[in-house]
């Protein structure tokens, strides 16, 4: 069972200022609330490993297939 996404609420006055940082000096480099970032990676990592699972298209398989083991079109048999 995934974490439910962390409640999202506004910037008080005081975040606001430090976001805007003093004056001449660029903003801070943009970062997420711990939660949030927890949330995103959990939710990620359930996804790509699910992806895993998946079998692979025929499509694709058919491509790779003509590329061959070097990766060039030409070079599989």
Same mark, same amino acid.
């Given at each position: 069972m995934l974490t439910p996404w962390p409640e999202v609420r506004k910037a008080t006055a005081g975040?606001?200022?430090q976001l805007e940082g003093a004056q001449g000096e660029p903003p801070p480099e943009p970062t997420l609330f711990t939660g949030v970032a927890a949330c995103l990676g959990e939710r990620l990592r359930a996804h790509y490993a699910q992806?895993?699972?998946?079998?692979?298209? @025929?499509d694709l398989l058919r491509i790779l297939e003509a590329l061959g083991?070097?990766?060039?079109?030409? @070079?599989?048999?």
């Open positions: 975040e606001r200022h992806l895993m699972n998946e079998p692979v298209p @025929d083991p070097t990766g060039r079109a030409g @070079d599989g048999h």
